[in-house]
Each structure stands twice: as C-alpha cells, then as structure tokens.
C-alpha cells in the first residue's frame, strides 16, 4: 500500500548555504515578503517537489485573506508580517498574489468611477444659482483631459525641402527681419594692360 506522504519522504532537494541572503520576515516591509514566498514557491517547483494541485484547505483560505485585509489596510508592520507566516501552502501564497492583482485592477476601475463621478458633479454645478460656483466649475470642467480647454497646443508640421530651398527661405526670412541683402561677387575681365 502507498503511503500517504512518500513523496515528502523521497524529497531531497539540494541545499545552498546562502546565509548573507536571509532577511528575517520582521525587518522587510509587506511586499518583499510577498515576494520571497512566491519566489520560495517557484524555487520548490525547480526542485521537484510534488504539488498536489489540491484546493488550500479553509484554514490557508482565510490566512490568505488575512494577510491580503493586512496589506491593503496598512496595517502595523507586525501584525502583517504575522498574518503573512500564517500562510503555509502554495497554494495560499498563489491566492494572496491573486487577490493583491485583483485588488490592483480593481482600484484602477474605482479610480475611473471616481473620476466619472468628479465630473458628472462638476457638470451639475454648471447650474448653480451662485455665478462664482458656476465659474469655478467651467474652468474646473475645461481643464478634465478630454476637453483640453486651457491647455496649449503646439502643432507642428514637417515638410520635406531639399538643401537649397531651405537656404532660400532662411535668406527670405533674414531679408525680412535683418534687411540682409544677398551680395552677389562680379568679376570683371579686364583688358591686359601692355
């Protein structure tokens, strides 16, 4: 009959002394501890260790969920790097990487909805009886990227000259600005004088 866990008994992996590497998980901040546990997780993988791809049992799930709560609240540096040794598994630590992504998307998405509630307000208050309010939020509203009312715009065009048009238009521009004139170097011929 198979045991259980022969795998974690057949399970030798090569040790590198790497002591000037090691940080204590109390003198890092939150994201590098994150960090080296998911890199811990890759590393096992290299080595060969056998991953179940089970489900993270509740106990894992909720350690998970702690530590994210820990991190996006900022809470105090021990109490988050605590929640974070609670997780144990992979399959935990790939969890709480899930959530801090998601939480990133999701904060990208609230951003926008806050913006398209700033200026939904400031649209509203285009209407206010107080002509100072009403100033403010035009000037506010021109000044939203889309509108670009206030900002300055430097169109340039480039156009293809060749070397002798191009002297010729800055000869143009001198004579207009400068009133240099070109000067033009005649020779004459001059008889031999005997």
Avoid at 60 to 79: C, G, L, W
Wanted: glycine share 4%; charged share 30%.
């Amino acid at each position: 009959m198979r045991r259980m866990l022969d795998h974690l008994i057949n399970f030798e992996p090569e040790v590198h002394a790497h002591s000037g590497d090691f940080v204590p998980m109390e003198k890092t901040d939150p994201a590098d501890a994150v960090d080296g546990m998911s890199n811990t997780v890759d590393w096992l993988k290299e080595l060969g260790a056998v991953d179940t791809d089970t489900l993270v049992n509740e106990h894992q799930s909720q350690a998970a969920r702690t530590a994210f709560t820990n991190i996006v609240t900022a809470k105090p540096a021990e109490i988050t790097h605590n929640s974070l040794a609670n997780i144990k598994t992979p399959e935990a630590v790939k969890r709480l990487v899930g959530m801090l992504s998601a939480y990133d998307w999701e904060f990208v998405h609230q951003a926008k909805q806050i913006r398209g509630y700033a200026v939904a307000k400031l649209v509203e208050e285009t209407e206010h009886p107080n002509a100072n309010v009403r100033l403010k939020a035009l000037v506010a509203l021109g000044k939203v990227t889309e509108v670009g009312l206030f900002t300055e715009k430097i169109e340039i065009k480039k156009t293809e000259m060749s070397d002798v048009e191009l002297e010729t238009r800055i000869k143009e521009k001198l004579n207009r600005f400068m009133g240099v004139i070109d000067v033009i170097d005649v020779t004459e011929d001059r008889p031999d004088e005997a």
